[in-house]
């Protein structure tokens, strides 16, 4: 059996503005299927350092010391969700700390944490008054996550020295 040929003029002008707007139709999903991240993300994204400056020379000195401190075993870690060495049964008490991070986390051998450090660095208060009650409610709430698990914390000031790190943990 042999198909007819094709006439275009046999087509309805219907038929060609459907396919029309199906082709279009596809272009633009295509379109934006392949846009979309550059639209959501604003282009592209830019590596940067895990740590700044006063926290990398932190990282060091706590690096250098850890073990002396809490045994040959630990392990310093260094911007550790929250909700990654803490859990609850309330759902709501966990989405409260979840996101948060922990400047360092120091663990042992296997990876059971330790202590927490946080380091209150000067842009940790913000700004403004309102970014100084923010920053407090935060604090607040993961020394309360923290003491209910039993997980030590030591909180560094700004400015510190070598000899402040050493006292502040000697008390571990």
């Known amino acids: 059996m042999m198909l007819p040929a094709f006439d275009p003029n046999a087509v309805s002008p219907t038929i060609l503005w459907a396919v029309g707007i199906a082709i279009l139709f596809l272009a633009v999903v295509v379109f934006a299927r392949f846009s979309v991240g550059n639209m959501i993300f604003g282009g592209s994204f830019i590596a940067r ?15 250098r010391h850890i073990a002396s401190v809490f045994g040959p075993d630990a392990r310093l870690m260094c911007q550790v969700s929250y909700g990654e060495f803490l859990k609850s049964k309330s759902i709501a008490k966990f989405r409260k700390i979840n996101a948060k991070r922990a400047d360092f986390v120091v663990v042992d051998g296997s990876f059971n944490v330790l202590a927490v450090i946080e380091y209150q660095g000067k842009g940790h208060y913000g700004n403004s008054f309102l970014d100084r009650l923010d920053a407090d409610k935060r604090d607040r709430t993961k020394r309360r996550a923290l003491k209910s698990a039993g997980i030590p914390l030591f909180e560094v000031p700004p400015q510190f020295s070598h000899s402040s790190l050493a006292e502040l943990l000697s008390f571990a």
């Open 49 to 63: 350092p895990l740590l700044n400056y006063s926290e990398y020379k932190l990282f060091g000195y706590l690096h």
